[in-house]
């Protein structure tokens, strides 16, 4: 069972050096995140309430992708979990694995939203 990190927080300094010092890319990255993780993981949660397998490994294989650009390994470790079960159709647990992340994620997206606001304002 993967390990909680709800004291790891996102290095916004590190993100800004990925995306090579663009103050404007950073906001726009952020904003977008905001706009579409809110989708992406309600159609994670919606396959898993369906059992869908293929489903569920696309959506958490968005997921995953979208959220390693914050470096935040729990979380995309989280994400591959859940794409893994769904790829293998093993989905005994999957909920309580979900619920898990969906907490986690809950968590990011706080901390990512106030960072927004903050660079907004700016």
């Avoid at 159709?89 to 909920?95: H, R, W």
Wanted: glycine residues 4%; negative net charge.
């Amino acid at each position: 069972m993967l390990q909680s990190n709800l004291n790891d927080k996102i290095d916004f300094s590190k993100l800004l050096d990925r995306l090579n010092g663009d103050n404007e890319l950073l906001s726009n990255t952020i904003r977008i995140s905001l706009l579409y993780f809110p989708t992406h993981l309600n159609n994670l949660k919606e396959a898993i309430n369906k059992m869908l397998p293929k489903e569920i490994e696309i959506s958490a294989h968005t997921i995953k992708g979208s959220l390693s650009l914050y470096s935040l390994e729990y979380l995309v470790d989280m994400a591959l979990e859940i794409e893994i079960k769904g790829r293998k159709n093993q989905l005994e647990g999957i909920t309580d694995i979900f619920e898990k992340f969906e907490l986690e994620f809950s968590h990011f997206m706080d901390e990512l939203n106030k960072y927004y606001l903050i660079i907004k304002a700016a």
